[in-house]
T-cell receptor
């Protein structure tokens, strides 16, 4: 079956702009999580959505937001981009959610964001 | 607080050598799950294995094997007869049963030289 699909794969934005990234989870999966990966901080959790509700949120400023649609697809938005937002943004999907019954968590290929 | 430590930042081996990637974790939960992921240059995190805290059996899958020891809070990963295609960054991660996010180690970059 199809894996986790993220779009766009690569994008370049200017400081101050905003960006929207999209994630389509594996069919049947209801949980979508987002992670930011940078060389300095490694992989950090942004938020998790389950059945259109944010269930968990990491320690990121309010400029980072997300949502989930009824078909489980998710988007994340970063407003007023800063140079430090340059990163690989990874989306993960699982059946019921992170940590629940040890659900296996599958990741997409990520969206490479460069802020100039 | 949960924490995962991968002390080896980079490892370089010659093809066909065996290599072990170390992972040490910290958690106060009695039920938790440990994962290993492989990240090739493309960026995708490829799932390798999930281990439950109540199952300490070691596991072997082809050239891959995992050694889980609760007594030392370690979940080490061994690649036998390494190949160039094994070159990637490998991440160990921890999740509790309480719907908390995955906590990742900093990763170990493995380079297998032909």
């Amino acid at each position: 079956k199809a894996g986790v699909t993220q779009t766009p794969r690569y994008l370049i934005k200017t400081r101050g702009q905003q960006v929207t990234l999209s994630c389509s989870p594996i069919s049947g999966h209801r949980s979508v999580s987002w992670y930011q990966q940078t060389p300095g901080q490694g992989l950090q959790f942004l938020f998790e959505y389950f059945s259109e509700t944010q269930r968990n949120k990491g320690n990121f400023p309010g400029r980072f937001s997300g949502r989930q649609f009824s078909n489980s697809r998710s988007e994340m938005n970063v407003s007023t981009l800063e140079l430090g937002d340059s990163a690989l943004y990874l989306c993960a999907s699982s059946l019921e959610g992170q940590g629940i019954s040890g659900n296996t968590i599958y990741f997409g290929e990520g969206s490479w964001l460069t802020v100039v | 607080a949960q924490k995962v430590t991968q002390a080896q930042t980079e490892i370089s081996v010659v093809e066909k050598e065996d290599v072990t990637l170390d992972c040490v974790y910290e958690t106060r939960d009695t039920t938790y799950y440990l994962f290993w992921y492989k990240q090739p240059p493309s960026g995708e995190l490829v799932f390798l294995i999930r281990r439950n805290s109540f199952d300490e059996q070691n596991e072997i899958s082809g050239r891959y094997s995992w050694n889980f020891q609760k007594s030392t809070s370690s979940f080490n990963f061994t690649i036998t007869a390494s190949q160039v295609v094994d070159s990637a960054v490998y991440f160990c991660a921890l999740a509790s049963a309480l719907s908390t996010p995955l906590v990742f180690g900093k990763g170990t970059r493995l380079s297998v030289i032909a």
